[in-house]
């Protein structure tokens, strides 16, 4: 089973990063700066971005990156230089974005979620030149002596109070009154963002992404997704990660859509928004559609316009896609699958697939190259689990300043994802778990991908993680991590419920009950490592 071929999809083999050859979209754009400028030409009186109580046409938003893309030259930022950003969703990081990429610097997104230490860590490993910063997150900057390479600071917002205020410069000024920007002269290999990846097995490593790999992204999305310049997607997810950034703000730049920006996601207040805006498009994690159906405000709403919800991170499960359908008939679901490394999307899930696949990622897409390699180095058999590698011009080339990792992760062109996964004969891959995620019991290899998608069924249980327990006599044994939806949901009503659906040796043998939420990263993965090192030590 194959997409079916689109015009204007065409596609051929190119060399790049000198010795990589990778299957490309003969017709593409040349850069990001490129997509904006068309975008801003094409487009310029449809409204661009609904941010707070801001709404900017295509044209305001091309002379909001043109000021600040003539204030960052006036301060000394050249090309290759990477500038650090400290910003909440909100259009203003896609003017900072964009206004880095016409000079040929380099976007450093940050987190908003990250502690002070970590914002240091990532600031000094990247090299920043400057740092981009929101007022409200002014308690999170590092102190000049502990991030000496930062020559200029700029704060957006507030009233300037914090971390060295008083030669901060102001975001909303810079640029007013100096000369237009010197684009630079971009090739399509050159850096575009130095984007960290979440750290939920290790301390982050910063993904070199290319002008290259986001175009190739955009196009994928464009194919797969078909959104076009009457789409209005809502931004519930962080501007700072790979997918908000280029899943939706760029791919939307170069639809010519609106985006709408969310600072923080909240189940109410996203069904108000997408009511109030006529959303037709957004993408979250299967447990944020959760929280929305679970709402009690959720009918109130009108959500005839939202067409196509897009998700990834996790397998939605069955219950969630069906009350989805009854709920919101006109809206189609879409599955798919990336990673920072990937500039998001490498396999998806066609729509028509979704009720009849729920358990797959999808089908790669038009210039991603796969194939599913047991630990022995050889691609295994159709049907086979091994680790999923990924070949194409959206893969990153290598990791900021970390040799070691570039050269463990990217091997002959692919780059190994760290995933079981299968690919069965008609093509379609169904992911399994992280290789770092499935437990060995006595020998017996278990995934707990399926234990947790079983338990999602059960009516008490609104999210949940399956880790492993170390044990001294079988090495380890499963344990459930769940956050009940009431306190009458037992250790024993759970247990029963997989003994009636799966082996003996899957059933989880001790539970972890909770009444709070589980801890997330900025894409809404569980973060099962820090499960794991509160429960049982690192």
Request: glycine letters at 8%; proline letters at 5%; one cysteine or more.
């Amino acid at each position: 089973m194959n997409w079916d071929r689109k015009l204007g999809f065409e596609t051929r083999l190119e060399a790049h990063r000198g010795n990589r050859v990778v299957r490309c979209f003969s017709e593409r754009p040349p850069n990001i700066d490129e997509i904006l400028q068309s975008a801003v030409t094409r487009y310029a009186d449809r409204e661009a971005a609904v941010s707070d109580d801001r709404r900017m046409t295509f044209a305001e938003l091309g002379r909001e990156v043109d000021r600040l893309a003539s204030g960052l030259q006036s301060i000394g930022v050249t090309a290759g230089d990477r500038v650090a950003l400290l910003i909440p969703t909100c259009v203003e990081m896609t003017i900072s974005v964009f206004a880095l990429c016409r000079i040929g610097a380099i976007a450093v997104p940050l987190d908003t979620r990250l502690i002070a230490s970590e914002v240091e860590y990532m600031v000094a490993d990247s090299g920043s030149v400057a740092l981009i910063y929101d007022a409200s997150l002014a308690d999170r900057i590092p102190s000049p002596n502990r991030t000496p390479g930062v020559r200029r600071r700029c704060v957006l917002g507030g009233d300037q109070r914090g971390a060295n205020a008083s030669s901060d410069l102001r975001f909303e000024t810079l640029g007013i009154g100096c000369e237009a920007a010197v684009p630079a002269s971009i090739d399509d290999d050159d850096d575009a963002l130095l984007i960290y990846t979440s750290g939920t097995s290790g301390r982050p490593k910063g993904a070199v992404v290319s002008h290259l790999n986001v175009v190739h992204s955009v196009r994928h999305y464009e194919f797969a997704w078909g959104l076009g310049q009457d789409d209005r997607s809502l931004l519930a997810i962080p501007a700072s990660n790979i997918t908000g950034l280029v899943a939706i703000i760029v791919t939307l730049m170069h639809a010519g859509g609106c985006v709408v920006y969310m600072r923080t996601f909240k189940a109410a207040a996203f069904l108000a928004l997408a009511s109030r805006e006529r959303a037709t498009h957004a993408f979250m994690v299967p447990a944020m559609y959760k929280l929305c159906l679970m709402c009690p405000e959720f009918e109130r709403h009108d959500l005839s316009a939202w067409r196509l919800g897009s998700y990834g991170g996790a397998i939605m499960p069955t219950a969630t896609i069906d009350e989805l359908s009854r709920r919101i008939p006109g809206l189609q679901l879409m599955n798919g699958y990336g990673s920072t490394e990937t500039t998001s999307p490498a396999v998806m899930l066609p729509k028509h697939l979704t009720a009849s696949h729920n358990d797959s990622i999808g089908l790669p897409l038009p210039c991603a190259e796969i194939c599913i390699m047991g630990m022995d180095g050889r691609e295994v058999a159709p049907g086979e689990t091994g680790e999923l590698w990924i070949k194409g011009p959206m893969v990153v080339s290598r990791y900021w300043n970390n040799l070691e990792e570039t050269e463990r992760a990217f091997v002959g062109g692919y780059w190994r994802s760290g995933d079981l996964c299968s690919r069965d004969a008609e093509g379609i891959v169904r992911f399994h778990d992280r290789l770092k995620d499935s437990i060995n019991r006595g020998g017996y290899k278990i995934y707990s991908a399926e234990i947790e998608n079983t338990l999602m069924q059960h009516p008490g249980v609104q999210e949940l993680a399956v880790i492993a327990k170390p044990d001294l006599v079988l090495g380890e044994r499963v344990h459930a991590v769940v956050t009940r939806r009431n306190p009458e949901v037992t250790e024993d009503s759970l247990r029963e419920f997989c003994v009636a659906r799966m082996a003996d040796y899957k059933v989880p043998e001790s539970f972890t009950l909770l009444d709070e939420p589980l801890p997330r990263n900025s894409n809404g993965k569980v973060l099962k490592r820090t499960l794991r090192e509160e429960l049982f030590g690192a």
